[in-house]
């Protein structure tokens, strides 16, 4: 059964636009690029276990037209030989390297079509050729997805090509690639959905008199820049429009940052502080990799309730960054529990790529719905209710791999 959502021509064409790429990252690439998964002279004719098959009888007919009109190269042209900064271009005799790992009930026909490039050991994304849908499967010890949550090649295939576009994706010479934490457009993004977000809010707050013109900055750079705190962090504070409303609350329990209610936070933090000694004693103001506190609630939790307690600054729950290698916005909500199951994605595994956490735009744009529709009120205050709202795991609290998460 082919899928009417795989198209071979059009994932071919994004595939061989992810190629471009890679050779302008990478040009001693050029001479090798041939079109046609199936000619280079070190492609298999047979499966791997059934020498006298021809390979192309292993294959559904869509997958057959979409190798046959990508461009690909050799594995030995190349130690760098990457489409994305995590996955290899389709190798046929990879095809079938996990076959013991398939469930014996279901993706029977699934074939390992990018290979994860960390690792030949790792999985990658998963083809499968009953349904035509894919999935980025880590191997061994990971549960294999519901069939629900395969998604589109096509989607997968835009959602790298967007890291390329957008400079995401960085350049490190002689061939190399990686994510860098977070680019100007992830930045810009992040900003319009603080933005959208604020109009909302204010959209439906009951009395609009003290409206002022808008400002730029939650926090002055000047006090940004006497603590602790990730890159990304600092110039959201910096950027970010001000509320027309101080101290306005966008979620429940959990209000904005003005530039004396920052200061007097960290003022107020001892130097020999759990959350300053964790930073300083895993070297992650160096590696640009300390868990901030963007919007703050006035509820402080218990801190011991698991290790991010550390990172809690004078015990406060609300949304914090948590930059990773690749993800400088990635976030997490910690509620009036200590707990941080909310605005979490279901399931929380990524579909197109290596596992990543929820990123500020697509917390604030759930936000931003949850008000528009109603589920959240709003009062003089801005959005009502306490903390303790985001205690329950509640379906609206949770974040789904859509069309707004764009890579």
Aim: charged letters at 20%.
């Amino acid at each position: 059964m082919s899928s009417t959502m795989f198209s071979p021509q059009r994932c071919a064409e994004l595939h061989n636009l992810l190629v471009a790429y890679a050779v302008e990252a990478n040009s001693d690439l050029a001479p090798h690029i041939t079109r046609n998964a199936f000619t280079p002279p070190a492609a298999p004719t047979t499966h791997p276990e059934d020498s006298n098959t021809p390979i192309r009888s292993y294959l559904s007919v869509d997958i057959i037209l979409f190798l046959e009109s990508i461009d690909t190269w050799e594995d030995s042209s190349s130690p760098f030989s990457n489409v994305a900064p995590f996955a290899h271009p389709p190798t046929l005799h990879r095809f079938w390297d996990f076959d013991e790992y398939l469930p014996a009930d279901q993706y029977q026909n699934a074939v390992l079509l990018y290979g994860d490039s960390e690792s030949s050991n790792a999985g990658g994304l998963f083809f499968d050729m009953d349904t035509s849908l894919v999935y980025w499967q880590l191997i061994p010890g990971f549960q294999w997805p519901k069939p629900e949550d395969w998604i589109p090649l096509e989607v997968a295939l835009t959602r790298w090509l967007k890291m390329w576009e957008t400079g995401k994706v960085q350049k490190l010479g002689h061939g190399y690639m990686g994510l860098q934490k977070w680019c100007a457009w992830e930045l810009e993004r992040d900003l319009k959905a603080w933005d959208n977000l604020l109009h909302a809010i204010e959209g439906k707050m009951p009395d609009r008199s003290n409206n002022s013109d808008v400002k730029i900055g939650l926090v002055d750079p000047t006090i940004l820049g006497q603590w602790p705190a990730n890159s990304f962090t600092r110039e959201f504070l910096a950027m970010a429009r001000m509320p027309r409303r101080a101290g306005l609350l966008v979620a429940p329990g959990i209000g904005t940052f003005t530039t004396s209610s920052y200061h007097n936070l960290h003022l107020s933090e001892g130097r020999d502080s759990q959350r300053l000694h964790t930073i300083s004693s895993r070297n992650l103001q160096q590696e640009d990799l300390i868990p901030s506190l963007l919007f703050p609630s006035a509820t402080t939790v218990d801190t011991s309730v698991d290790y991010f307690g550390n990172f809690l600054l004078q015990g406060r729950a609300g949304l914090y960054i948590v930059p990773d290698m690749g993800w400088g916005d990635a976030v997490t909500v910690v509620n009036g529990e200590g707990n941080r199951e909310a605005f979490e994605h279901t399931p929380r595994r990524c579909p197109w790529g290596p596992g990543r956490g929820a990123v500020l735009a697509e917390v604030l744009q759930r936000w931003t719905e949850l008000i528009e529709d109603g589920t959240w009120g709003v009062d003089e205050n801005g959005v009502t209710g306490g903390i303790e709202m985001l205690n329950e795991a509640h379906p609206s609290l949770c974040l789904k791999w859509d069309a707004k998460s764009e890579f």
